[in-house]
Structure formats: C-alpha cells, structure tokens
C-alpha cells in the first residue's frame, strides 16, 4: 500500500502537521482555570487526546486535535476565547463579529469594525487598527499597567485576524510580520505552522501586519459562507498554507511529496546550492534532516490514527528501513513506541 497516495486531500501536509503541548499549555491552562476536571476530559477525549500525553513534554497535538478541542472547549464553558481573557467571550459573539465584516465595503474598514467589536468585549487589553502608507494590522495593546500576557491568547487572536482577513478575500492572506510581546519560547518553530511571516518576539506589542494595498479589496462573502466559516471554526485558519515566508515549509512540502529527495534535488527545486540552503536553514536554526524528521514523525502520528494501517506499512512509506528503525525513532520523538501510541488512542475511540 502506498501511504503517501492514500487519501491525499485528508494527508495534505498542512493537515499532517503538528505542534508541540508546550504550544497550548497556557490554553490548558486556562481552560482548567474555567471548568471543572470532569469537564476538561470530556473535552479532550471528544478531541482524541489522550490525557496521559498531556504529561509527556515531547507530545504533539494534530490540527484535527486542536481544532476539535477549541469547538469542545468553547461549547463546554460558553466561552469563545475559553478561559484566555479576563472577561467571558460569550457564545455567539464570533457570529456578530463575522456579521460585523462581512459587509464592509473594503478590509480596512473590516479590520477596524473587527478592532472596535473586540474593544467592546476585552477589558485586559484593546485592539487597535494599525495603518500607515505600506502597512495594514492590529495591534494588542494593554488597558492597563503589567497586564498579564496569555501567549496562547495573543497568539490566538492574532490568528483569528489573519483568518478573518483570509476569509473576506478568498484566499490565505499574505503576512509581513507577526510580533508577539513575550520572549522566544522553546517551542518558537511551532509559530511557523500557525503563521506564514517572520516571528519576532520580546516585542512591545503582539500585532500582526499586512501589506497597505491589501486594505483596499472589497470582502465578497455571503450569508452562506459564513455559516460554513463559523460551522467549521478555527478549521480553516488555524494552521498556515502559504509557505512563501517560511523556508521550513517551502523543504517540507517538497518533502512530503517524496520523502527520499536529496538535499540536492530539494536545494534545486528551490533554485538555490546545497550549500545556501544548509546556510539559509542553519540561520533559523534548522536543518534538512530535521525537517524531514519533523514531517516523518508528524506523518507517523497521522497514520497511526488509521486502524487499517499496519506498523510495517507505515515505517516503509516514511522511508525507514526497516520497523524496528522506525520504532527507535518514534520512541525518541515521542518518548513512547508506536504500539502504545496506537493502543491508548484507539482507547479513546
């Protein structure tokens, strides 16, 4: 069976992407800060994530996994935001907010009602439209003196932006810069997953830009896709597509359409040397091999949620040599073999 071929619009290398806990353990947080423990493991075993997990630092969570765990999470506290800010977002107040765009005569003039809805439901922090001769974005900006910095919550709103804006004009939005008011964490390449821009941390402000001329298109949506942006919410803008900033994901497409290319075939199809690319990537503090291990074990914890995949048929589609290979390399990316991996969610299905 050739894995790489089965149900290639579901094992898109969007979909097969992952992120580490580390990168929502402020969301977990705050969503035990707001219900009861009873109530945030039905909320992770509707998500298919198993609690024991959450324990394990090198454990990684699937966008089918985040996105089903934002819907749980949000139904189950009556909160839209979930515990992130210091007032309730109360259900319902996306759809106002999608109402609120959805008819602006350009995005410029979404963004800023988008800004003004927000203002009305924050109280720890302000949105505030920022607009210049080349620059279009929002900003997150304190109500008050040392107030307290969710980085899943900045990060989170800041998405939600980037896939507002995605959504009125009808295709992922193009991102100058994402900046993020709290230091370079150690899961910072996760951001290259959810963000297709340059990260910048320790920044005075979180705030995501855009190019000005992007604030001139006029939104065309109707009533009909925005039930289905809101029905399906945070699926289609939680994880980034557009791999024109992010060099990581430019190697990890070319890899996840044939996991034996060279650094010489990918570094061509780049138009660039082995040689720039090893640079390139080493300034990011990345390597070739560490991509094309990222994708393996993002595609091996993708497969091995399919109960008709056998372990052997997955360690030859990812290029091992052999399953014991592929079992040594899944126990030091996950810190558990892909028996006990595959054991304890089938244990939640």
């Not at 402020?26 to 493991?41: N, P």
């Not at 951001?191 to 001329?213: N, V, W």
């Amino acid at each position: 069976m050739d894995l790489m071929a089965v149900d290639s619009a579901d094992a898109a290398d969007v979909s097969a992407a992952t992120v580490s806990l580390d990168l929502v353990q402020d969301w977990l947080s705050s969503l035990r800060a707001v219900c009861a423990e009873s109530v945030l493991d039905h909320c992770l075993r509707q998500a298919g994530i198993v609690k024991d997990f959450l324990d394990r630092p090198v454990s990684r969570l699937t966008r089918d996994q985040l996105v089903r765990l934002y819907q749980e999470g949000a139904r189950a506290t009556g909160d839209e935001m979930m515990g992130l800010w210091s007032r309730p977002i109360r259900s319902g107040s996306l759809k106002y907010i999608v109402r609120a765009v959805r008819d602006a005569p350009a995005i410029d003039v979404a963004l800023y009602r988008f800004t003004q809805f927000w203002n009305l439901l924050l109280d720890d922090y302000s949105l505030s439209l920022v607009q210049s001769g080349q620059t279009l974005g929002v900003m997150l900006v304190p109500r008050r003196e040392r107030a307290a910095v969710n980085r899943f919550g900045h990060a989170l709103m800041l998405k939600l932006t980037h896939g507002i804006v995605s959504w009125l004009v009808g295709r992922e939005a193009p991102v100058q810069e994402v900046a993020l008011a709290f230091g370079r964490p150690p899961f910072a390449a996760d951001y290259s997953i959810l963000f297709p821009a340059p990260m910048q941390f320790d920044a005075r402000r979180s705030q995501i830009l855009f190019r000005a001329e992007l604030g001139a298109i006029r939104p065309e949506r109707s009533q009909a896709d925005a039930r289905l942006f809101l029905e399906r919410a945070p699926r289609d803008w939680i994880f980034t597509s557009y791999r024109e900033h992010a060099l990581r994901l430019k190697v990890r497409e070319l890899l996840h359409a044939d996991l034996g290319r060279t650094l010489e075939e990918v570094s061509g199809k780049l138009h660039m040397s082995p040689r720039t690319l090893i640079r390139r990537l080493g300034g990011e503090g990345l390597s070739f091999q560490g991509i094309k291990d990222e994708l393996r074990r993002d595609l091996a914890i993708f497969y091995l949620a399919r109960r008709e995949v056998s372990l052997a048929e997955i360690a030859y589609a990812l290029k091992f040599s052999s399953p014991a290979t592929f079992h040594r390399a899944f126990r030091h990316w996950t810190g558990m073999t892909p028996g006990v991996y595959r054991a304890a969610q089938r244990e939640l299905g």
